[in-house]
């Protein structure tokens, strides 16, 4: 009784901890623009990381034609072709090409890195000029997205900063990524023009990376992938104004008005650091869920800590945690498999099962409502939330009132919001709270899959036929 009593203390400090009642995701949303405005300034004006993306056009949806994209972000990479049809959300054919990158490349040679890079597009390419008219020889768009750090300086140039994710090929670094895979492509023969996406500093769209500056997810998402995701949003629906990953890790991307990046110079905040990412991300949530199991089990002394695997960083996946919050068995069957196959603890009685469900559910429930106020936060920034944007770096005329709001799509991508139903309905309701249900049927969050690959491609299209 007194055992069940402490865990059940816990629980309670733990729901009243993660509160996220409507006040508190308010300011979060009102922190979230002001962080924006204040990252836009300079670099390192905020914790909150504002990257410009140097992309001035996004696809309309009257894109025609076959484009490439390559997609370098990881152990794997993707070379892709779509044909686009010319109407929007028509896209005819699309191959992909999938492969990991053979170890002994990832530490070796910027040359044989890209020769092979290229060699994978001209199997590509020559795959297509079998089945059609297409020739080797006729002019090509690639689309590139590269997800490693890189100093973006102008239309078509981008510096690596450093190697990440177990590649190490000295001669690259400080070099243009695109400069060297386009002599790579000329070298195989290749008429692949490596599509500018990046533009000089005059631009209107810039990304924010939601994250703190350490421990960085190992395998997080790209920055890249959200304007990808961005792109085919907004290819696929023109009011699409901003793209959001939740996956292992958390990031987004919208559309800013040039003057807002510029009007902004000099401010600065500093509200410390927010770990924002790590209260929402898949690459977290397993871990705080064991790490609250882990408090129980210290206080009640009801696991036998000792013996079992509680204490083990990150032993807890956020797929297992998922399952447990969603097991829908009478006698929580999943749960206690978990608890046998992950901790090593068996025989947990069904009311401990059910308490272990609960705080899934409150961890779950404080991430997705955390990731609704920083999408309204997004919103608010660029006047899409409402109220009349304060925070938006607009002019006092230009905010929008609420007899004018607009439609706003907002595309969003990733495992958590596309597999996790309990998250992604919290998510919602959240975002329908926060803007009240006058202004909640203007936001449409339209769940997005593959934009990092097919987005890619798309800007490739948008940015050769204004060219
Ligand atoms: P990325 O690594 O590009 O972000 P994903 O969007 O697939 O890729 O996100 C992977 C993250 O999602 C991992 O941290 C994983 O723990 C989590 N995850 C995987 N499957 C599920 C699921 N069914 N429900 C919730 N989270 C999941």
């Known amino acids: 009784r007194k055992k069940w009593n402490r865990m059940v203390g816990v629980l309670r400090e733990l729901e009243e901890g993660c509160g996220t009642e409507i006040g508190r995701l308010r300011q979060v949303v009102d922190a979230m623009a002001v962080e924006m405005h204040a990252g836009l300034a300079s670099e390192g004006g905020s914790k909150l990381k504002m990257l410009l993306t140097y992309i001035d056009t996004l696809p309309d949806g009257c894109e025609e034609g076959v484009y490439y994209s390559l997609d370098l972000g990881g152990t794997n990479f993707r070379v892709l072709r779509v044909h686009l049809g010319g109407q929007r959300s028509m896209i005819l054919n699309k191959k992909v090409n999938r492969q990991p990158i ?38 090509m768009v690639l689309g590139v997205t590269f997800s490693f750090p890189v ?40 008429n692949l023009r490596v599509a500018a996406l990046i533009r000089d500093i005059s631009t209107s769209a810039s990304s924010v990376h939601l994250s703190a500056p350490y421990p960085q997810p190992p395998y997080s998402s790209s920055v890249n992938d959200t304007v990808g995701t961005l792109a ?32 902004c110079q000099g401010l600065l905040t500093n509200s410390g650091g927010m ?9 977290y949530l397993g871990d705080i869920v064991r790490r609250v199991l882990l408090r129980m089990a210290l206080e009640s002394d009801i ?99 609420t007899s004018k709001m607009k439609r706003t799509v907002v595309a969003v991508e990733g495992s958590l919001y596309s597999n996790y139903t309990m998250f992604r309905d919290y998510l919602h309701e959240a975002v329908s709270e926060i803007l009240g249900e006058e202004i909640a049927p203007y936001v449409v969050l339209k769940e997005s899959k593959d934009g990092s690959g097919i987005g890619a491609a798309l800007l490739a299209a948008s940015y050769s036929s204004v060219r």
């Open 102 to 139: 053979p170890l002994e490349l990832m530490t070796g040679t910027s040359e044989e890195l890209f020769d092979f890079i290229a060699l994978t597009l001209k199997q590509l390419v020559q795959s297509e000029s079998s089945e059609s008219e297409f020739r080797l020889d006729e002019r």
């Open 151 to 190: 100093k973006q300086a102008s239309a078509s140039s981008g510096t690596l900063i450093k190697w990440t994710k177990g590649f190490d090929i000295e001669d690259m670094v400080g070099k243009d990524f695109a400069e060297s895979l386009q002599h790579a492509l000329i070298n195989r023969g290749l």
């Open 232 to 263: 085919l949003g907004h290819y696929d629906d023109e009011d699409t104004v901003a793209a959001v990953i939740i996956g292992t890790g958390t990031n987004a991307c919208y559309v800013e008005r040039i003057d807002a990046i510029i009007k």
């Open 275 to 283: 770990g924002f990412e790590k209260m929402i991300s898949g690459m």
């Open 303 to 401: 696991f036998g800590v000792a013996t079992s695997k509680l204490s083990v960083p990150f032993a807890l996946r956020t797929p297992l945690m998922v399952t447990m919050h969603e097991d829908e068995s009478p006698d929580l069957r999943e749960v206690a498999r978990i608890f046998k196959e992950v901790f090593q603890i068996s025989d947990v009685p069904l009311k401990v099962r059910k308490l272990v469900v609960r705080v899934c559910d409150v961890i779950t429930r404080r991430a997705a409502r955390l990731a609704a106020a920083g999408i309204v936060g997004i919103l608010k920034k660029i006047g899409r939330d409402g109220s009349s944007g304060i925070a938006g770096g607009r002019s006092k005329s230009g905010g929008e009132s």
